[in-house]
């Protein structure tokens, strides 16, 4: 059984940043590919970010509104933890924050690979 706990969502203006955290417990953290997902009001939940087991691998949703080079995922296996840097945010980036871990130990884009999910944190980006 694995544990994931997000933190760090909130209200933020456009053009801001916010660094969302994910403690996990359980499974060991540092064997398992982890990844960031993220539901918009009315959609369905859509990859964000995903790292590899040691940090070393990542890989960016190619989006329409694509957080390539305004996001930026990270981990920590001495303190289980998972990070996603948000910077420049756009109020298209107001969704539910989730972060997952994978079954495997390399990154993956598709939620089926993910068998743990945290319960979701909120992100606001006004304009």
């Known amino acids: 059984q694995v544990q994931l706990v997000e933190s760090g969502g909130g209200l933020v203006q456009a053009g801001g940043s916010l660094r969302l955290s994910c403690a996990a417990s359980?499974?060991?953290?540092?064997?398992?590919?982890m990844g960031w997902f993220r539901q918009a009001p009315g959609k369905g939940r859509e990859f964000v970010a995903t790292?590899?087991?040691?940090?070393?691998?990542?890989?960016?949703?190619d989006l329409r509104n694509s957080v390539k080079g305004r996001f930026s995922i990270s981990r920590d296996n001495a303190k289980n933890t998972v990070y996603l840097q948000m910077n420049s945010l756009k109020p298209e980036d107001t969704a539910v924050y989730y972060c997952?871990?994978?079954?495997?130990?390399?990154?993956?884009?598709?939620?089926?690979?993910?068998?743990?999910w945290g319960q979701g944190t909120q992100v606001t980006v006004s304009s």
């Open positions: 790292t590899s087991w040691g940090g070393g691998s990542t890989f960016y949703a």
């Open positions: 359980g499974r060991t953290f540092s064997s398992s590919a």
């Open positions: 997952a871990a994978a079954r495997g130990s390399h990154g993956s884009t598709r939620e089926g690979d993910y068998d743990y």
